[in-house]
């Protein structure tokens, strides 16, 4: 796997477990910058105006319903973000017993992070989440490349059927090589698992 840096924004409105988090990280030299942001609003200003990769985001505390329509619509126009739910998972059974109802469903596949856990266990499970987070960037990023090489191909073989723009041979095995390596990497992410 790529060790792709982590630009978090962390979107909580208790600022001790957004500090918490914020204290983990400092450890972890992956992790290139970390923002604290109160709001969904300026969440959606933040990841507009700033190089933003995870987002940690306490769907509870921000209300559920009005969280989760907006990390969906993130995640349609952005694939190259990766969220983790950070919340207390005692006041989510009190206050919302339905949080994984309708299309909260897929909120079963997200990664988590437990505000509760205590002292060096949480330090233990912020390093599992941001290597997780990583593997998930890695095949996000992947994707991306795949998609890229696929609409390469497509145009050089087309120009290379006109008489005027030949493409030599080697050069086109060479992307269907590089295709087929990513593509390849891909499945294998996928035959071990993945988050969000």
């Known amino acids: ?13 208790d600022s001790s477990a957004a500090e918490a988090l914020q204290n983990a990280f400092r450890d972890i030299k992956i992790v290139l910058s970390v923002k604290h ?13 700033e190089d933003i990769n995870t987002i940690f985001i306490d ?10 329509s907006n990390i969906f619509r993130i995640r ?8 983790v739910l950070y919340y207390d998972s005692k006041k989510q059974k009190e ?17 988590f992070l437990d505000k509760t856990t205590p002292g060096t266990e949480f330090m233990n499970k912020v390093l599992m989440t941001v290597t997780a987070c990583q593997g998930d960037l890695s095949r996000i990023l992947t994707q991306e490349k795949v998609s890229r090489l696929r609409s390469e191909l497509a145009s050089i073989q087309e120009n290379s059927s006109n008489e005027s723009a ?4 080697n050069i086109l095995r060479e992307i269907q090589d590089q295709l087929g390596a990513l593509e390849n990497e891909i ?3 996928k035959a071990k698992g993945s988050g969000s």
Do not use: C, Q
């Not at 206050?95 to 309708?102: I, L, N, R, T, V």
């Open 1 to 13: 796997m790529r060790e792709i840096p982590l630009k978090v924004l962390i979107v909580d409105p």
């Open 37 to 49: 942001v109160y709001s969904l609003d300026k969440m959606i200003s933040a990841i507009t105006s």
């Open 59 to 68: 769907p509870v505390s921000l209300g559920v319903d009005k969280t989760s």
């Open 76 to 83: 349609k126009t952005n694939s190259g973000i990766v969220f």
């Open 95 to 111: 206050k919302e017993p339905f949080f994984y109802s309708g299309e909260r469903e897929r909120f079963h596949h997200y990664f």
């Open 166 to 169: 030949a493409v030599p041979v």
């Open 187 to 189: 499945k294998s992410y």
